[in-house]
């Protein structure tokens, strides 16, 4: 009876306790006499709760409020920089480690290759190791956690796979191994996020989407990719593969003519097929491997460019916005028709979804401004109805996959998932809300 009473009593504390961080996360800067009117408990237990967060380095105060003529009343608000997590996430060809902070700044990031093979003792311990020296050098901090990013849960269906042999056994190295490993190492936790949601998370609480309910972001790199965020809830789908966007197919394949007048796809006439199997997947005529495909069999038919370009060296991002700005009358044919794929599909996604905002990441935004403009134009010209849709880009969100695996790990650190109420909450530029 009395360990009843005591777990009651202990549980009742947790729950006041993360009521309040919860609270404080959601409105920024928040005085005790707020949180006492927000959480009906008394001043003085508010007072005692908030100076043992304090003492812990999770909240701190943050100036002071004129709440009338004599009364100051403190600020507080989450220890920001403080907290951190350590995040990793695997692309092709590279490991990355962030170190973020609760805001969302990146303190450290390091990228490591890829191993060619998975020798998986050796991939294991370099991974530990780095984690260990990214905890030592971080000592003065208190990291939350160590999340890791990881593609869909069915690793036979992930596109990677076509580019390197040993990731689709990756994801199941990830849950079988690696996260076991990291939880008998380390005495904080550790979890696996799938990345389909992970822009979403991330973009909500560090990038252009903070307060948007409904909004998407979309991947335009090697693949083209689609995150979807409905009332504020990021949607996965039955197999974690919402937001295949690359994976649809726009009219008869979006009409590409290739050099001496080849059709490369679309029109009735001669179709692509995807890796995927089908023909004419929207990627086939909008991802950047496809455009430098097209813009290599141009440059072998000796179509005239300004792209200044070694026989057999690799055509970037750079070169072709060199290109764009020096008027490339074959460049800004090949972008043109890739922007408008693009936004025919986008447009689709909108008259589907009608989100307020479209957030686009991905390393093709650095083809720049001709691309964007072409690719916005496109987008709204195939839009219809009342969809005002915003469209920003988010160069930093490379990052968005392990930034979004911090948030992650903020959240569960926060319980937010059982305090989400707290976040309905209505934000006052006047700190009081009304309530004095
Ligand atoms: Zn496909």
């Known amino acids: ?31 005790r006499t707020r949180l006492a009117v927000l959480t009906g408990y008394q001043p003085a237990n508010i007072t005692a709760l908030t100076k043992q967060l304090i003492d812990e380095h999770i909240l701190v105060e943050t100036g002071s409020y004129s709440a009338g003529p004599g009364r100051k009343r403190t600020l507080l608000e989450i220890n920001k920089n403080r907290l951190c997590a350590i995040s990793i996430s695997f692309s092709v060809s590279a490991i990355t480690f962030i170190v973020a902070q609760f805001d969302g700044t990146i303190l450290n990031e390091i990228n490591i290759d890829f191993p060619k093979k998975l020798s998986e003792p050796d991939f294991l311990f370099h991974i530990i190791t780095h984690i260990r020296q ?74 252009a989407a903070r307060g948007v309910n409904d909004f998407i972001c979309v991947e335009l790199s090697n693949g083209i990719g689609c995150s979807i965020c409905c009332n504020g809830k990021a949607v996965t789908g039955a197999n974690s593969l919402a937001g295949e966007l690359g994976h649809t197919v726009v009219g008869a394949g979006g009409t590409v003519i290739g050099a001496g007048g080849t059709v490369l796809g679309g029109g009735g006439t001669a179709h692509k097929l995807c890796y995927c199997g089908k023909p004419d997947c929207i990627e086939c005529y909008s991802s950047f491997p496809e455009l430098v495909k097209c813009i290599r069999g141009a440059l072998k038919h000796n179509v005239l460019s300004k792209l200044a370009i070694e026989p057999g060296s690799p055509i970037t991002t750079r070169d072709i916005r060199l290109a764009l700005e020096a008027g490339d009358q074959m460049c800004r044919y090949y972008v043109r028709q890739f922007a408008n794929s693009l936004g025919i599909a986008i447009a689709n996604a909108v008259m589907l979804l009608n989100p307020k905002l479209i957030v686009l990441y991905g390393h093709m935004l650095e083809l720049g401004d001709y691309f964007l403009d072409t690719l916005k134009t496109a987008v709204h010209e195939n839009t219809s109805l009342e969809m005002e849709v915003n469209i920003t880009a988010s160069p930093e969100l490379e990052k968005l996959l392990p930034l979004g695996a911090a948030a992650e790990i903020f959240s569960l650190y926060l319980k937010r998932d059982n305090y989400s109420w707290v976040y309905q909450l209505p934000i006052m530029t006047d700190e009081t809300g009304g309530m004095g």
């Open 1 to 31: 009876m009395r360990n009843d009473y005591n777990d009651m009593v202990s549980n009742y504390n947790e729950h006041k306790r993360y009521l309040i961080l919860n609270i404080v996360n959601h409105l920024g800067a928040v005085s």
């Open 134 to 207: 990214l905890l030592n050098a971080y000592q003065e901090k208190t990291i939350l956690g160590i999340g890791i990013c990881t593609p869909s849960n069915d690793p036979a269906s992930y596109p990677i796979a076509r580019f390197h042999p040993s990731y689709p056994r990756l994801v199941d190295w990830i849950h079988k191994v690696l996260l076991p490993e990291l939880r008998k190492t380390f005495d904080i936790p550790a979890s696996v996020f799938y990345d389909v949601t992970l822009a979403i998370t991330a973009a909500q609480n560090f990038g």
